[in-house]
């Protein structure tokens, strides 16, 4: 598990090489990764946006930015949190992934980054 605080809110990641849906033969290397943002602080945020930046060893880097979460803005009361999963793919089954959540103060009204932690991706198929 990788995990970040920044501002009161905790993110934590669990990386999963995706042996099922990867085609190693193909370049095509997936990963599933399951997050949960957890709101230490006083007052609710809400996940505004995010905002991913993949390593991919040999193929370089990929900026990926977009709303919320799943398609979601989630609102976060202190002591609670949000959990999901995604996935992504790589070419070359190696790499990393940080990233960025734009969230706003529900009390406030102001908007604030908290990080994503850097986390590594290795396919099994690779690190046997």
């Not at 790589?90 to 986390?119: A, C, H, W």
Request: aromatic content about 14%.
């Amino acid at each position: 598990m990788f995990s970040k605080i920044t501002s009161n809110i905790k993110v934590s990641v669990v990386p999963e090489y995706d042996s099922k849906n990867s085609y190693p033969s193909e370049n095509r290397y997936v990963f599933k990764y399951n997050i949960v943002i957890e709101n230490k602080g006083d007052f609710p945020v809400k996940v505004l946006k995010r905002k991913w930046l993949i390593f991919d060893v040999g193929f370089g880097y990929t900026e990926i930015v977009g709303d919320g979460v799943i398609g979601l803005t989630p609102v976060i009361e202190p002591d609670e949190n949000f959990a999901y999963f995604s996935n992504v793919m790589l070419r070359s089954g190696v790499g990393n992934m940080s990233g960025k959540y734009l969230v706003r103060n529900e009390q406030t009204k102001e908007n604030f980054e908290i990080d994503i932690p850097k986390f590594n991706l290795l396919s099994e198929v690779l690190s046997n």
